[in-house]
Every structure is written in structure tokens, then in C-alpha cells.
């Protein structure tokens, strides 16, 4: 299936102008770079089926870039930043044909310091973990899928990941130093966003620049243990996990609770989560185990496993379990599965939860990672449903809603859409300036709301959750 609808673009032109910049127009090389892991979603598989580039090119340095993208704006060809394909709202499917922009040769650590590291964008973050580990550093927070992710991708299409229950999110002032990014211009330059106008880059999938460097702080590089508890009750599990969660004297990277059967859908959790019991997965430092062992006793939970991160019986790290990765996890064996993305806040941020547990049980069973946005520890989880429909979709979210969450869009790659972002007037001014002619992966965040494609065959009643959290 292709698309039929795209204009057609002069490429014989354009790849004349970027000899010796590596690129390639094999079909079979296209349909790879132009799909990420949006087939988690129902929704997405259906509406961005058959969306593929024209061209795959792929530039090393500030130099080529820049010659890629000025060729591409002489030739009003639009450009879609692509590097490890890792999203899963298929953020980096070309809408409109044109270019995929393979930014992984773009690599490498610029400098690392004490506090910071200053690294090329197209860097898988494993490999830069490695490195700091080296140094007895390692980031804020990771991606689950750290072993494809590259920074740039993290940053542009992401929200957080395991240490999010410590140093909050990208949205959080201070977990960006400084972002570099290349504009598309006929004469491209490189702006560097530094402390919180690094913002204007992030969560926009590339629409507001091409990210080339960032300047990243760093956090202790722990001895930690991966641990998996087990709990009699999935409400009990909850409640020990906004306790551990907010426990500041605990050095802890990650909480994430799940009700049964959900273990039994991963087949690695097999022989190691006991039949019936709900879990509350965590990383700990050394230093906290034996405070934290003594918690999760006395509330009830017990102790399953323990191991070094990434030597678990599970067979690879624990932090591949959790976050959007486990519907990843489910999907091998249970590909009938979905989510979608509630938030929770409040004072009695137990109490919220388990009144949408009430609410939305039948569906399926409910995970629940807790994190921190604004300084708060809140919630974000809803059930691993079994699609049907759209309008059972809809229903699902209309019923946390009246229990008192806040849902956002999972089954659309449209930055509005999606409603993580909040998008301001300076944001709108940013993105006039640095693609003046709408060519940077167009579809998918425009100046004018009414020219956004929202790629979704269902309109769901979400939130924005970028005004309602805070």
C-alpha cells in the first residue's frame, strides 16, 4: 500500500546537490526509515499505513546538514528527523513523503565534565551510558529504550523515563543545560537554546529545528539493585508505591505497580512473579536496600527478586518493563492489547487512583508508574484494555475522566493532538523563524492549528494535560 496523495519532488535535482553525502533511494531501505513503533497502537497501524519517504539521507556533520537541509528548502522538499525509530506515537513517519533524515551518524560525546555532558544528538543513549559509567556518572533519566533511543529523540519525542520519580521530566526546569538545533532556511543556522528556551525544542518531533548537540546535567552513577514485589492486592501495591515513591531519604531510580494478570502476560516474568499477586517493580541504590526491605515488609509486600541492573531472571534490565516499553513486553505474546495515557494528581493521590481502578477494572488490569511533574509525585497508567472499537476507546477514556483523571492521546502523532505540550504564542514564533516555509515534518506541528493533520482514525475526548497537570 503507498500513499497516492503526495506531490512529487524534484529529487534528481536535490541528491545532485548533496553528492557525497551518504543517502539512498532503495525501497527497502525507505520502508525501514519510515516507520517507528507506532503498530502498538490500533489506531496508528490503520492511519499511517503505506506512509513512506521519497529519499533516505543520511549526514555525518554540522557541514552536510546543512547542505541537506538548504538543498531541501531551495527544493521545497519537506524533512522528517528520524534516528532510532524507538517512538510509539509514529512521530517520525513522513506525513507527506519527501526526505527521512537519518540523524544516527551525527554521534559522539563532545565533552564530559563533572556535572554535564555535552553530546551529539544522534547518540544511542546506552552507548552514552556506558561512557559516563566510566566516569561514575549517568543521566537524569533514561528512556526504556535506551538500547535504540538516541538523545535527540529522547528529548524531542519523549516526556521521561526510569529516574523520573526522582528528577521530574523534560518540562522541568533545570534537566535540559542547552539544546542546539540547525534551522531550515536557505541559509541553515545553528541556534543554541539554553535553560528553559530549550523547551521550544522539546516534544515538537523535530517540527522546530534538527537537533545536533545538548548539554545535559548528570546524576550519580549508583550501585543498583533491581527488585520486583510482590503484593496480595493491587491497591496495596499502590499505596506502598506513592510511599516509596516520595520517600526522599530512599535513593531509588523508578516505581511501577501492576495489577494481575499483567505479570502473566510477559513471558521473562514467567516462574519468577508468583500466580495471582500484583507487583511493584523499583531500582534502589546499595546504600537505601536494607531501609527499603524493611518497607515493603512492613507494608505487606513480598521481596521476589533482587539482582544487579540487567542481571535479573527476567533477562534483561528491569527497566525494560516498564513505562510505554511493557506494552511493548505484552504485545510479543498478547498483540490484542492497548493502553491509553491517564494522569493522576492529588492530594490523595491513592484515594484518585484506586476510584479510577473502581471505574475502569472491567477493561483490564491497571499499571500505574509513579513519577514526578511540578515537584508532586502524580500518576500516569490506565488499563491493558483489549481493543474493539473506537467508540470503546472513547468510552474508556470518558470513564477516567469521571473518576478524576486526566487523559491524554496515545493513538495520534500530532503534537496538539497528543496534548503533552503546551504550545504558546512564542512557541508559534519559534517555529515561523526556524522553518519559515513549513517543510520540517509537516502534519505534525503547523503555526495555523487548522493546517495540523491529526493522523488518527478516531477523535478521542482527551485533555491537555500540559494545562490540567501544571
Not at 331 to 348: N, T, Y
Not at 387 to 403: F, G, I, K, L
Amino acid at each position: 500500500m503507498t500513499d497516492q496523495t503526495r506531490p512529487a519532488y524534484p529529487l534528481e535535482a536535490y541528491t545532485a546537490e548533496i553528492e557525497g553525502i551518504e543517502h539512498t533511494a532503495d525501497p527497502r531501505r525507505i520502508r525501514v526509515k519510515s516507520r517507528d513503533r507506532y503498530a502498538v497502537s490500533p489506531i496508528l497501524k490503520q492511519a499511517l499505513a503505506g506512509k513512506t519517504a521519497d529519499i533516505v539521507v543520511s549526514p555525518k556533520t554540522d557541514d552536510e546538514l546543512r547542505r541537506v537541509l538548504a538543498a531541501a528548502v531551495r527544493h521545497r522538499i519537506p524533512v522528517t528527523v528520524r534516528a532510532g525509530g524507538s517512538a510509539n506515537y509514529g512521530q517520525s513517519v513522513p506525513l507527506k513523503g519527501g526526505i527521512v533524515l537519518d540523524c544516527l551518524g551525527m554521534t559522539g560525546v563532545v565533552s564530559i565534565s563533572e556535572d554535564r555532558v555535552r553530546v551529539r544528538g544522534g547518540m544511542i543513549v546506552a552507548e552514552l551510558q556506558a561512557e559516563l559509567r566510566r566516569h561514575g556518572k549517568e543521566l537524569r533519566f533514561p528512556p526504556t529504550t535506551a538500547r535504540i533511543a538516541t538523545v535527540a529523540g529522547h528529548f524531542a519525542g519523549g516526556q521521561g523515563g526510569p529516574g523520573s520519580t526522582v528528577y521530574g521530566t523534560w518540562r522541568d526546569p533545570g534537566n535540559v543545560i542547552s539544546c542546539t538545533v540547525m534551522t531550515m532556511e536557505e541559509e541553515p543556522r545553528l541556534l543554541e537554546l539554553r535553560g528553559l528556551d530549550a523547551q521550544f525544542a522539546h516534544h515538537t518531533y523535530g517540527a522546530t529545528g534538527i537537533i545536533t548537540e545538548m548539554e545535559l546535567p548528570l546524576a550519580p552513577a549508583w550501585a543498583w539493585n533491581e527488585c520486583i514485589v510482590a503484593f496480595d492486592e493491587y491497591m496495596d501495591a499502590v499505596r506502598f508505591g506513592v510511599t516509596l515513591a516520595d520517600a526522599a531519604g530512599i535513593t531509588r531510580k523508578f516505581v511501577s505497580v501492576h495489577e494481575w494478570p499483567t505479570p502473566s502476560f510477559v513471558k521473562p516474568f514467567a516462574g519468577v512473579v508468583p500466580e495471582g499477586k500484583a507487583i511493584l517493580m523499583t531500582m534502589i541504590a546499595d546504600q537505601s536496600w536494607e531501609s527499603f526491605a524493611q518497607m515493603a515488609e512492613r507494608a505487606g509486600g513480598t521481596i521476589v527478586t533482587q539482582s544487579r541492573e540487567g542481571e535479573g531472571p527476567y533477562g534483561q534490565p528491569l527497566w525494560e518493563f516498564i513505562f510505554g516499553h511493557m506494552l511493548f513486553q505484552i504485545q510479543k505474546s498478547h498483540p490484542e492489547r492497548s493502553v491509553i495515557e491517564g494522569f493522576f494528581r492529588a492530594d490523595d493521590l491513592v484515594g484518585l487512583i484506586g476510584r479510577v481502578h473502581e471505574k475502569v477494572k472491567h477493561y483490564g488490569p491497571l499499571r500505574m508508574e509513579l513519577l514526578r511533574i511540578g515537584g508532586q509525585i502524580v500518576g500516569s497508567g490506565s488499563p491493558y484494555f483489549v481493543y474493539e472499537s473506537p467508540e470503546q476507546m472513547a468510552q474508556m477514556v470518558r470513564d477516567m475522566q469521571e473518576a478524576g483523571a486526566v487523559v491524554s492521546n496515545s493513538h495520534t502523532s500530532n503534537v496538539r493532538a497528543v496534548g503533552k505540550k503546551e504550545i504558546t504564542d512564542a512557541d508559534l514564533a519559534f517555529k515561523r523563524m526556524v522553518d519559515p516555509h513549513g517543510l520540517l515534518n509537516p502534519g505534525r506541528f503547523e503555526v495555523d492549528e487548522a493546517d495540523d493533520a491529526a493522523v488518527s482514525a478516531v477523535e478521542l475526548p482527551t485533555d491537555k494535560w500540559d494545562r490540567r497537570l501544571g
